[in-house]
């Protein structure tokens, strides 16, 4: 179903790449969602995100608070294969404020990324008083 809906965020993509959880947090959970989900949406999958400190849960937190809270905590892997001129898909489960993925794709980009796009599984929508 996802492929059929991000069919236009998949079109002329390279590869997938899902966003990483914290190594403990994967461990205790036991997978990471964004990358099953990745592994089915048609294109090659690149799992070459590494998540660099364990952040506060982004759900948990304010709208305003989540981008700080993810800032810098994304590289790429030293083993990982160059992404030069390439456009990739970050792939999650969820997106709110959009700081996440934001996030991710810094190091991407940095690294020779031509483009970054995005396509989630579901759109919380954040509404204040």
Not at 65 to 93: C, E, M, Q, W, Y
């Amino acid at each position: 179903m996802l492929r059929t809906a991000g069919v236009d965020v998949l079109a002329g993509a390279d590869a997938v790449v899902p966003v990483p959880l914290h190594a403990s947090r994967e461990r205790s959970r036991g997978f990471n969602q964004a990358r099953e989900i990745a592994r089915h949406v048609g294109l090659p999958h690149m799992d070459i995100l590494r998540r660099t400190r364990r952040t506060a849960v982004q759900a948990d937190l304010p709208a305003a608070r989540r981008h700080a809270n993810v800032r810098g905590a994304f590289v790429i892997k030293g083993s990982a294969p160059p992404v030069d001129g390439l456009t990739l898909v970050l792939v999650d489960d969820v997106s709110t404020t959009g700081a996440t993925l934001n996030a991710c794709a810094a190091p991407l980009l940095a690294a020779g990324a031509t483009e970054v796009r995005a396509l989630t599984a579901a759109r919380a929508m954040v509404r204040s008083r």
